[in-house]
């Protein structure tokens, strides 16, 4: 009878040390979600063109609390977020105006570049409005863009975004694939514009994706979660040309941004 007592005493501090240990790793978990600095950089895929509700304090760069930085940082609190990408931004527009809430105690930063640089609207007016051969011509320019200078444009953007912010983790997102190839278009581009149009994507998203790696940042592929939602699907996340809001053509909608980027961060970071 004493030793099933001094038993179930033991057995009673052992579990009230599980239970202090477990509520203790509960609070510093939910301390290390509220304790992130949080900044969000990059260009209209960041700043959440197509999504609509654009806060009028950001002017042109058209950023949207539909946005997935945005809607990440509703959702986790953190300790402070900062939002400064940007509508039209290039690699140079990000070391130039951006990085000003980057610091050393910066724990979280993500970003969508290299699109503007490669010419993606040009490409997209281009392939629009003139021939298929012209069309398939500029995807090409676009392609050899991408291995002759586009490497360095990110080497800059990534070692500025490292001296600024040397302990955060760093969460650069590519681009989806614009066409579901064969799918319910009956207009517009032909199948070989569109499938030039994809592989170009995955070419820059590849390079993108190699000079991440090569930083030790994260590389966030959409690709696949916006697989059977890219124009022409049925159940677009994409808008397709508009020629009332030009800007806003092939861009996320808010559903994209909801559905497609921010499960992708989510993971990521």
């Not at 939910?30 to 949080?38: F, K, L, M, R, T």
């Not at 949207?64 to 940082?73: G, H, S």
């Not at 070391?95 to 040009?122: E, M, Y």
């Not at 390079?207 to 697989?227: E, L, M, P, S």
Request: hydrophobic residues 40%.
């Amino acid at each position: 009878m004493k030793l099933s007592r001094i038993t179930a005493f033991s057995s009673s501090l052992l579990l009230g040390a599980v239970l202090a240990l477990t509520g203790a790793a509960t609070a510093q978990a939910g301390e290390s979600v509220a304790a992130v600095d949080y900044v969000a950089l990059g260009d209209s895929y960041s700043s959440g063109v197509g999504s609509g509700s654009y806060d009028s304090a950001s002017g042109s760069c058209k950023r949207t609390p539909k946005a997935y930085p945005a809607l990440w940082a509703a959702a986790n609190a953190p300790a402070s977020f900062a939002f400064t990408a940007c509508s039209g931004a290039r690699t140079g527009d990000v070391t130039a105006s951006q990085l000003g809430p980057l610091n050393s105690g910066t724990d979280l930063v993500s970003i969508s570049i290299g699109g503007n640089d490669a010419g993606f609207a040009d490409v997209m007016t281009t392939c629009a409005l003139q021939s298929e051969a012209t069309c398939l011509n500029r995807v090409a320019q676009a392609r050899a863009f991408v291995d002759s200078t586009l490497p360095g444009n990110l080497n800059s953007v990534y070692t500025a975004i490292r001296s600024k912010a040397p302990s955060a983790r760093v969460v650069v997102l590519g681009y989806p694939r614009f066409y579901q190839l064969n799918g319910t278009c009956v207009a517009g581009l032909s199948e070989k514009e569109r499938a030039a149009i994809n592989g170009a994507s995955d070419y820059l998203n590849a390079a993108t994706a190699k000079r991440a790696a090569d930083y030790g940042f994260a590389f966030a592929d959409v690709a696949g979660a916006f697989t059977g939602h890219e124009i022409c699907s049925g159940s677009a996340w994409l808008h397709s040309v508009n020629w009332l809001d030009i800007g806003e053509s092939y861009h996320p909608t808010a559903a994209g941004q909801s559905g497609g980027y921010l499960p992708v961060f989510r993971s990521a970071a």
